[in-house]
């Protein structure tokens, strides 16, 4: 029996990561001279996706063979291994932002195009789990490209365990992907939510409040804390309701709904430039289209926006 599917995209990423296996380099080098191995192509962090064969049939990630790797990417590629899938193919993401005129190379021209992944998340262009394997390949991408110098000492470091970690050859020092804990959590009061604004948003925007988890610091401290600084509310109890990876670069968004203890506020006029409670049948009438255009609320691919519906749906 498997998990519960998670209702955010760039999660349930379907592949099998075989963690065990990064470290064997006879293994991976197999696996990536495999003629039956694929790899996805990432130009300055955009993954190489194919348009849709017919309208409504939605696109496809761009996996190209690994026979292509070094005419992309060069001698000494930045290749990282994503995973297993059910066929039994592995798959690994490149970075190919070497190249002179990528939109017109040979092996590349006609086939496809290099995509921001928040748009195509947004058009729902492209499947939730490849969504969720295209985050992964970003996401690593992206670490390597700003971590590439030792810590400890400067020294450029070296790619080791098929992406998964960077050793110094000067002190040895091992490095390690991150990942940054976000909470993004939604206060309610009786029958009312907090939604918060930033001046920088569209017009009528409100959503969540978010915040980075604070060393030596638990996620329900950092949801009382950050509730507290931004909209000076006092909160009695958290409840999880879900996590979303999210790419950009790479944080975990820890999804959270906090019950307050009055419905008294105060925006900060830092973080937040407004703010309000809603009651349930407002938050109903904006999810179904009908509310009166004062204020709309994240859609369903941000998890904000599913910690709204839940509070709509009288899951909270």
Same mark, same amino acid.
């Not at 999880?240 to 307050?260: K, N």
């Not at 407004?274 to 509310?291: M, N, P």
């Given at each position: 029996?498997?998990?519960?599917? /998670?209702?955010?995209? %760039?999660?349930?990423? +379907? ?19 495999? #003629?039956?191995? !694929? %790899? ?7 993954? @190489? ?21 070094? =005419?992309?990417?060069?001698?000494? #590629?930045?290749?990282? %291994? !994503?995973?297993? /899938?059910? $066929?039994?193919?592995?798959? %690994? ?10 939109? /017109? ?14 748009? !195509? ?14 985050? &992964? ?11 590439? @110098? ?16 960077? *050793?110094?050859? /000067? ?26 604004? *930033? ?44 996590? &979303?990876?999210?790419?950009? +670069? ?21 973080? !937040? ?6 009651? $349930? ?16 609320? #994240?859609? +369903?691919?941000?998890?904000?926006? *599913? ?5 709509? =749906? =009288?899951?909270?």
């Amino acid at each position: 029996m498997g998990i519960t599917q /998670n209702p955010n995209i %760039f999660a349930n990423n +379907p592949l099998d990561r075989a963690s065990y296996r990064r470290a064997d380099k006879e293994w991976v080098a197999a696996q990536m001279a495999e #003629p039956g191995s !694929l %790899f996805v192509p990432f130009y300055r962090l955009h993954p @190489f996706v194919l348009p849709e064969e017919k309208p409504g049939m939605g696109k496809d990630v761009g996996w190209l063979r690994m026979g292509l790797l070094n =005419e992309l990417a060069g001698p000494s #590629p930045l290749v990282v %291994f !994503l995973g297993i /899938n059910k $066929r039994g193919k592995s798959l %690994f993401a490149a970075d190919v932002s070497g190249l002179k005129d990528h939109e /017109n190379h040979p092996a590349l021209k006609g086939l496809g195009a290099f995509e921001e992944l928040r748009g !195509l998340a947004m058009a729902g262009e492209i499947t939730a789990t490849e969504l969720a394997i295209l985050a &992964q390949g970003k996401s690593m991408i992206d670490w390597h490209l700003r971590h590439g @110098f030792c810590s400890v000492c400067g020294t450029k470091s070296e790619i080791m365990e098929a992406g998964y970690k960077r *050793q110094c050859p /000067n002190c040895k020092a091992e490095h390690f992907p991150r990942t940054d804990p976000v909470v993004i959590m939604l206060a309610t009061y009786r029958d009312t939510c907090f939604l918060g604004r *930033q001046k920088i948003w569209p017009k009528g925007m409100h959503s969540a409040l978010a915040g980075f988890v604070e060393p030596g610091e638990a996620i329900e401290e950092a949801v009382a804390r950050e509730l507290h600084e931004e909209a000076g509310l006092s909160i009695s109890s958290v409840s999880y309701h879900s996590t &979303q990876p999210w790419p950009f +670069p790479s944080s975990l968004m820890i999804g959270c709904h906090a019950v307050a203890e009055t419905d008294a506020f105060k925006i900060d006029g830092i973080e !937040l430039s407004a703010g309000r409670w809603f009651t $349930r049948e407002e938050v109903k009438a904006v999810l179904a289209g009908k509310g009166d255009g004062s204020f709309w609320v #994240p859609p +369903p691919y941000a998890i904000a926006g *599913q910690l709204v519906k839940a509070f709509a =749906e =009288e899951k909270v």
